[in-house]
């Protein structure tokens, strides 16, 4: 049971928008920046939104995120096939003193 | 740009333990925090515990405490994790991963995989 909740699944068509939600509580998503990671298939988590849902080098501006209270989202608009992965959003947990991800949400495109 | 390199693949027995290394370059390695974050096979992310070489001392989730090691090598740039008395539950993907101190896990290694087998 992971302490970030999340779909475990989400599809769209090449073109089409999608959102992808986070749950969290206030230790979590209440007190500090939510992330979000891309996970290809057999490759290692890459970071896609920083703190303040601002995107690093290199992520294209079809990514976004949002925050409001406890909970998050990432939007992905002009779907292409690259972007057929698993998504994660972290947050670090005061009350935890760790990180904490979600289960994890699989993006087909169809 | 900061880039960690993992040790390599393992096999253990129930029981043993596995040591997995992380060597960083490309950047100051005080500067960073360490986290090591398993994935288990059709699983999702999971965060065993992290240190902050400037200061020496690894804080570890729950789960982990007393099982798990956390260690960092200012001298080589080197993370290690250890995990003892493994079980099959511990076959997973280990990876390590850095950034600034409060900030996200911005940099990843490429992951070890660890097999427990008889």
């Known amino acids: 049971q992971s302490v970030l909740t999340q779909p475990p699944s989400a599809s769209g068509t090449p073109g089409q928008s999608v959102t992808i939600s986070c749950s969290g509580s206030?230790?979590?998503?209440?007190?500090?920046?939510l992330y979000w990671y891309q996970q290809l298939p057999g490759s290692a988590p890459k970071l896609l939104i920083a703190?303040?849902?601002q995107r690093p080098s290199g992520v294209p501006d079809r990514f976004s995120g949002s925050t409001s209270g406890t909970s998050a989202s990432l939007a992905i608009s002009g779907l292409r096939s690259e972007d057929e992965a698993d998504y994660y959003c972290?947050?670090?947990?005061?009350?935890?003193?760790?990180?904490?991800f979600g289960g994890g949400t699989k993006l087909t495109v169809l | 740009q900061v880039q960690l390199v993992q040790s390599g693949a393992e096999v253990k027995k129930p029981g043993s333990s596995v040591k997995v290394s992380c060597k960083a370059s490309?950047?100051?390695?005080?500067?960073?925090?360490i986290s090591w974050v398993r994935q288990a096979p059709g699983h999702g992310l999971e965060w065993m515990g992290g240190?902050?070489?400037?200061?020496?001392?690894?804080n570890y989730a729950q789960r982990f405490q007393g099982r798990v090691t956390i260690s960092a090598d200012e001298s080589t740039s080197t993370c290690h994790m250890e995990v003892s008395s493994l079980t099959s539950e511990d076959t997973a993907v280990y990876f390590c991963?850095?950034?600034?101190?409060?900030?996200?896990?911005?940099?990843w290694g490429q992951g070890s995989l660890v097999t427990v087998s008889s």
């Open positions: 991963s850095c950034g600034f101190v409060g900030e996200a896990l911005d940099h």
């Open positions: 490309g950047g100051t390695f005080s500067n960073y925090a």
């Open positions: 240190i902050i070489p400037l200061f020496g001392r690894a």
């Open positions: 206030s230790s979590n998503i209440g007190k500090n920046f």
């Open positions: 703190r303040k849902n």
């Open positions: 972290a947050a670090w947990d005061d009350s935890l003193s760790g990180w904490v």
